[in-house]
């Protein structure tokens, strides 16, 4: 873990916060989307609902993520990782409830995302489960070891998509809505915050030296182009199913490039280069984002400031 007082530069000259323990807890914040539009960057259906497949996502694959960090709990030696690591389970079980929120919310404006996320609990439930698919002869041990790895591939995404978010003031002067940005900036400084922590937990327990880095590989291998796949084909559902669009619309590459240009969705570029830096031999995700940036927004987000102010009452 990080903090947020320090910092050195990488390569490319961006500036990195720098080692020091950064301790990891939920916050148990809520939302009210009673005046949120189902357009909520206005006149913007193809970068809203490119944004809205978190909503798709994220519930099911975060309540998976706290399940797999479960099963490793007891591996792990480290007093400090362990706390992190519950920390994160914290956080990552509010998440899954605040975005199913949102899918209560987008099915009260008749858009029904039911049929895509029972594939989505497929998924994370049966093929990802406890045990591995179709029977697969792997031991108990290397497929705990293996979704490890997927989870911290994923989370090596999330936390990239964490620091695109906070510092997208393009959204803001588009006329975004202030709920869902907050939703979007306080998910987005939680993924930035404990950016490190599935890493680590997979470092722990995913074995030793080579036969560790491959598995690490393996998790990318399988999590990039499945992420490309589903957010494809969620977006394309979701905006297929808006009742305001009534299929007058379909997603397209030239609108989602064009909503990129206009700085409403990250580059290419930036989630492509993700993947490579994970590969390298001697990465750590501490260094990936800025954490100073995450934790000055947790301060002055509106939900997290009145989840405290409720706390001390």
């Known amino acids: 873990m ?14 990195h916060d720098v080692s020091e323990h950064h301790a990891i807890a939920p916050r148990r914040v809520s939302f009210d989307w009673s005046r949120t539009p189902l357009h909520w960057i206005p006149d ?25 960090l479960k099963e490793g709990l007891p591996l792990v030696r480290d007093p400090e990782l362990l706390a992190d690591v519950k920390g994160f389970m914290g956080q990552e079980a509010t998440h899954s409830v605040q975005h199913a929120h949102v899918l209560d919310h ?21 093929l990802l489960g406890e045990r591995p698919p179709l029977g697969a ?7 705990l070891r293996f979704r490890l790895a997927v989870v911290a591939a994923i989370e090596q995404f999330t936390a990239v998509l964490g620091d695109w978010i906070l ?28 950016r490190a922590v599935a890493f680590d937990m997979f470092q722990h327990c995913g074995g030793r030296g080579l036969p560790r ?6 998790g990318m291998t399988v999590t990039a182009p499945v992420m490309l796949y589903l957010w494809a084909w969620g977006t394309a559902y979701l905006i297929r199913h808006d ?3 009534a299929g007058r619309v379909r997603y397209s590459l030239a609108e989602h490039n064009r909503a990129v240009r206009k700085g409403l969705l ?5 989630l492509g280069a993700a993947v490579p830096r994970y590969l390298r031999r001697s990465y750590h995700p501490s260094r990936e984002g800025s954490l100073s940036r995450a934790v000055e927004y947790l301060r002055r987000s509106p939900a997290a400031r009145a989840e405290a102010g409720a706390g001390a009452a």
């Open 2 to 15: 990080t903090s947020a007082n320090e910092h050195e530069h990488d390569e490319n000259g961006h500036e």
């Open 44 to 68: 913007e259906p193809t970068a809203t609902h490119v944004i809205n497949v978190l909503h798709l996502l994220l519930p099911a694959g975060e309540r998976w993520f706290v399940k797999v």
């Open 106 to 126: 987008l099915a009260a404006q008749r858009l029904d995302t039911a049929d895509f996320t029972r594939h989505v609990d497929f998924l994370f439930e049966r």
């Open 137 to 143: 002869p792997l031991p108990e041990r290397e497929w």
């Open 167 to 194: 510092a997208a003031e393009d959204l803001d002067r588009a006329g975004a809505d202030g709920i869902m940005l907050d939703l979007l900036r306080w998910h987005g400084a939680e993924e930035v915050e404990h």
């Open 213 to 218: 880095y491959a598995r690490r590989i393996a």
């Open 243 to 245: 009742p305001q669009l």
């Open 266 to 270: 990250p580059t290419w570029r930036s």
